[in-house]
């Protein structure tokens, strides 16, 4: 460029122009290229936070603030600090101008940019709270910064410092201030925690809680209980114990798990127990359920609650404060393993250990044992009238025996030998109680039988003095199940029903003296003795190889004995895992196996028969073989189950989350033989599903339940859940009888030779006082979506709205719902009338059991709009709105930003005697006022005040205010006509907010 003056550059559409001083010969692209590097100055005329949208920015773009030190990026999602992001469109930064000046932006690469100014985020920058000499009564101060004019704040107690929800003590108060709250009556004393809400329609809700709590105090108080102790009770449980002087008019206990500060949460966990008068002022309850190896701090609150007439109205609540703290370590229970022996005179009595029937043998897969050891009980079988049990244990414990549920006392200096008097025949159980020194039990269970009478002998053929053809003799006869049984010596199987049959060898003389002799478990002996004859004739059917006896003490064979026949079948008890089996050989010398196993001296064998199997016995003598059969099946003529669950359900059908727990005692198992249980639900459990196992496959089982004169009887499959069974409020009872496998095949069924076990259900009376729906027809509520466990709720209408509908539902069909102190029912619709101004609505949910739970509703109806605070015209010169001027509409925005540092706002109202301002500028008699703009986004505010003065409406138009940056960093020369043409051209580059404006050039020289 060689000659002064102004530059135009003309184009038929808009043009992009840049201008610029070079240092050094440049192409376009070195200009524009991507390794140019620019620098923007940013004039910063007012303090804040600005958002800077660099298009062409990376994270290699360089920021410095005004003070010029470099702000740093961090883009990265869900970041602490986090101030970038980084997408298709470029970079994004927010920026803290703490002092005008100029900001700097360096781009690797052309960049355009437009800043904008935020508003500032209202935060709560002050809140304490001083207790005032009035009981519950604090000082509140609070301050909210950056709050927007329609800023209401709420003061809520609430239980948890981290969940802003309770009780409202104040509300509508505005964004600053200094007010006293009197914490509201019936709540339990204790620490709580004060919590601010500010809220307004321009902002999400505002949070602070005081992180020290405030205390509330009841206007009296019972004493507080005295001399806690807690201490490990054995069997995982805790006693505490403590003093209550007041005991007589105590209606509840509760103890409270405490933090290692001693703090409770009164909401949480808790165990209340009734005062059982019997222990007096000295209380004792034992806690069960803990985890063990923890360390736990209790602190105990004694109740005292007085009704009304009618038994479930509170007319009032006193509690004490809570106790001292007492502290305990609950150990893992270490119960002692018990050894008992039984004394019965000069012969020690028969012991034989058995599992019981509910045990099977999948059950003891993969127990050591020791574990298998536990599961089994002892039979005891004595001729004695007079037995002592002796019991040791492998640690210190002091002991109890029961016989037949009856406590029998230890003999005269040993506590661990039990007398258990005379004894008549007849079967006695025994069960044996440990204690040892940690608390923990164990248990030990008997069945002790005390026979003295001589077990009967009968045979059938032959008679004595008979003559038998043949070279043996068949005896066959019966005696009692289970008795020993030898002839001659040899022992001779008995069956499941006392029957026997054996072949006698006659010797070469032809003359059999028989010598039966059967001894039963008590060691009670009968003999009998005969002597055959042998005619002398020779049988055809007889075999070296031949059985004297075949048999099973546990079955009976489906046919007599025969030596000529070798297949056999028999059925066992399902309780059985396994059976003796007897293959008595004819010659004695015979080598004779059982499963493929040899026999035991009295020619026997002991064989697994839990699934059924067939057994079979070879005899080999002189060269020959012959092999016997025995088929072994299952059944039982046990009528029993091996366990029995129940699990409850909600009104809706939903399984409870809580397994039901039945017991005969506390906390005792399913056992057996105990056919009666009880057991405690939630008034939320209205139905339970029982599951039954039988103990043997083949039984029925059936359920019965209701009332007596219309009961329901259902038949449920053996480990298959029953149909839902309807619980009542209070007790319930249920009835689970079986008929065993033998009973089960009859053609027509006898219940009447089942088993009955009965379950008897609690069902507490109901405790939810809890809403399940709460609404505004065709009115939104805050919170938009009801939850139960939120307390308040807001709504607001116009002036034109005097009535709202509301609709409510207890969560608990049994509950009493009540609005401002009118029982209402359970659910249904209640018109409200409302008042301008706020209108509050308490709503109460009354359970079945006395609780109550209050809800609180605020309606606020908006005020009749004065027409004295509208504007009659809105317009800002030479720039147009987006929308057309309404005067109830009080929020504009205008289409084009500007460069212009202020502007002139025409507005004039509706009513004379109305004042305007402009951003606190009165307007002057034409209704202009200018508003100064700073740079970026822009609220200008009009105010309309009434001309009493006493009200204010303000309208509001947004205008953005366009920003010039400064020419880049880097100065390149251009030297015109080669080195002929000294006179250089300068230029600065003009650009706000990423646009261009006209560029000007001055030639030096």
């Known amino acids: 460029m060689d000659k002064d003056g102004i530059w135009i550059v003309k184009s038929g559409g808009f043009t992009d122009l840049d201008a610029m001083t070079l240092s050094q010969k440049s192409t376009m692209a070195d200009l524009y290229g991507p390794d140019a590097v620019y620098t923007y100055n940013l004039s910063m005329m007012e303090k804040g936070k600005y958002l800077l949208d660099i298009a062409g920015g990376d994270l290699g773009t360089k920021i410095y603030g005004t003070d010029g030190t470099e702000i740093a990026l961090n883009a990265t999602p869900d970041a602490a600090g986090r101030n970038a992001i980084l997408d298709d469109t470029g970079l994004k930064v927010t920026v803290d101008v703490k002092s005008t000046g100029m900001l700097k932006v360096q781009t690797k690469g052309y960049a355009t940019i437009q800043q904008y100014a935020l508003a500032p985020i209202p935060q709560v920058a002050k809140l304490t709270a001083s207790a005032q000499t009035e009981r519950n009564a604090y000082e509140v101060t609070w301050q909210v910064d950056n709050a927007k004019p329609d800023t209401k704040v709420r003061l809520i107690m609430a239980n948890d410092a981290n969940e802003p929800v309770g009780q409202v003590l104040a509300d509508n108060l505005p964004a600053s201030g200094i007010t006293t709250v009197t914490l509201p009556a019936n709540n339990l004393p204790g620490d709580y925690y004060l919590a601010l809400v500010a809220d307004s329609e321009s902002y999400a809700p505002v949070f602070k809680t005081l992180e020290q709590p405030i205390s509330y105090k009841a206007s009296q108080m019972l004493a507080k209980p005295a001399n806690i102790k807690a201490v490990a009770s054995g069997d995982a449980g805790v006693t505490i114990s403590f003093t209550d002087a007041g005991y007589a008019s105590t209606t509840a206990y509760r103890i409270y798990p405490a933090d290692a500060n001693g703090n409770v949460d009164y909401n949480g966990k808790s165990y209340e127990f009734q005062p059982d008068p019997a222990l007096g002022a000295n209380q004792r309850f034992v806690l069960a359920g803990l985890d063990t190896e923890q360390t736990y701090k209790l602190r105990v609150m004694i109740v005292r609650a007085n009704y009304e007439s009618d038994g479930e109205t509170l007319s009032s609540l006193l509690v004490s404060e809570l106790s001292d703290t007492a502290e305990v370590f609950l150990p893992k229970p270490n119960p002692a393993k018990l050894d008992v022996s039984y004394e019965a005179g000069d012969r020690a009595p028969s012991e034989q250990q058995y599992y019981p029937y509910d045990v099977k043998a999948e059950d003891l897969n993969g127990l050591s044992d020791e574990e298998k050891q536990a599961l089994q009980h002892t039979l005891v079988v004595t001729d004695s009238d007079h037995v002592v049990v002796h019991v040791d244990s492998d640690q210190a414990a002091t002991y109890k025996l ?65 003559i038998v053809s043949g070279s043996r003799a068949r005896l066959e006869g019966a005696t009692e199940a289970g008795t020993a049984l030898t002839v001659n010596g040899t022992v001779v199987p008995v069956d499941a029903i006392g029957h026997f049959v054996y072949y006698a060898s006659f010797p070469e003389d032809g003359v059999l003296p028989l010598v039966l002799e059967a001894t039963d478990a008590a060691g009670n002996k009968t003999v009998h003795k005969l002597e055959v004859l042998a005619s002398g004739t020779a049988a055809a059917d007889e075999k070296n190889t031949d059985l004297a006896a075949f048999g099973t003490g546990e079955g009976v064979l489906d046919a007599p004995f025969i030596a000529s026949q070798t297949t056999y079948k028999t ?15 004819v010659d004695k010398d015979a080598e004779v196996t059982i499963g493929g196993e040899p026999v035991d001296e009295q020619f026997s064998a002991v064989v697994d028969i839990s699934n059924g199997s067939a057994v079979q016995a070879v005899v080999k003598s002189g060269g020959a073989s012959q092999t016997y059969s025995l088929n072994v099946t299952t059944e039982s003529g046990l009528a029993g189950l091996k366990s029995l669950e129940a699990s409850g359900l909600d009104a809706g059908g939903a399984a409870s989350a809580e397994a039901i727990e039945l017991s005969k005692d506390y906390g005792a198992p399913f056992a057996e033989n105990t056919v009666y249980y009880s057991a405690q639900v ?88 809890s809403l ?58 209640e018109a409200l009338t409302l008042a301008t101004g706020t209108n509050r609505f308490v709503i109460e949910v009354h359970a079945a059991d006395g609780t109550v739970q209050t809800y609180s509703l605020v309606i606020y109806r908006d005020t009749a709009f004065n027409t004295s605070l509208l504007l009659d015209e809105l317009s800002v010169k030479d720039m147009e709105l987006t929308t057309e001027f309404e005067p109830l509409t009080r929020n504009y925005q205008v289409k084009d930003s500007t460069y212009s540092s202020e ?13 305007v301002k402009v951003n606190g500028k009165a307007t002057d008699e034409n209704g202009t006022a200018t508003a100064t703009l700073a740079a970026g986004l822009n609220a200008v505010q009009i105010q309309v005040t009434s001309p009493d003065q006493k009200e204010t409406n303000l309208y509001s138009v947004s205008i953005l205010r366009n920003v010039a940056a400064s020419a880049p960093t880097d100065e390149f020369v251009v030297k015109i006509n080669g080195d002929e043409n000294n006179k250089v051209a300068t230029g600065k580059k003009s650009e706000e907010n990423g646009k261009k404006g006209a560029s000007r050039i001055v030639r030096e020289g």
Do not use: C
Not at 575 to 581: D, H, L, S
């Open 772 to 829: 399940k729906q709460l609404a505004l027809s065709g009115i939104a509520m805050t919170p938009g979506t009801f939850d139960s466990a939120v307390l308040d709720y807001n709504a607001r209408v116009g002036a034109n709205t005097p009535s709202a509908q509301l609709s409510f539902a207890a969560a608990d069909a049994t509950s009493v719902v009540w609005i401002n102190g009118t029982a209402k029912g359970s659910s249904g619709n």
């Open 402 to 466: 029961f016989k037949d549920d009856e406590e029998v006392a230890p003999t005269g200096g040993d506590s661990a030998a039990f007398d258990l008097g005379t004894l008549s025949e007849g079967q006695y159980r025994i069960e044996i109680e440990a204690t040892n020194a940690s608390g923990d039990t164990s248990h030990g269970y008997s069945q002790l039988i005390v026979d003295q009478t001589a077990p009967y002998l009968y045979l059938k053929t032959p008679t004595n003095g008979a």
């Open 571 to 585: 059925s066992i008890d399902v309780r059985e895992k396994q059976t003796r089996v007897w293959a008595v050989p």
């Open 903 to 915: 502007v002139t706002v025409t507005a004039k109202p509706q009513v004379p005697g109305a004042t």
């Open 682 to 769: 939630e008034n939320a459990t209205a139905s339970v599903r029982l599951t039954p196992e039988e103990a043997s496959p083949g039984s029925l089982i059936r359920i019965t339940s209701g009332s007596d004169a219309q009961p329901q009887i259902e038949a449920v499959s053996s480990g298959q859940p029953s149909s839902p069974i309807s619980l009542n409020v209070g007790s319930s009872k249920i009835t689970i009888e079986v008929l065993s496998p033998n009973d089960a095949a009859a053609t027509t069924k006898d219940w009447t030779l089942a088993k009955k076990y009965v379950v008897s259900f609690d069902r507490k009376v109901a405790s939810d006082a």
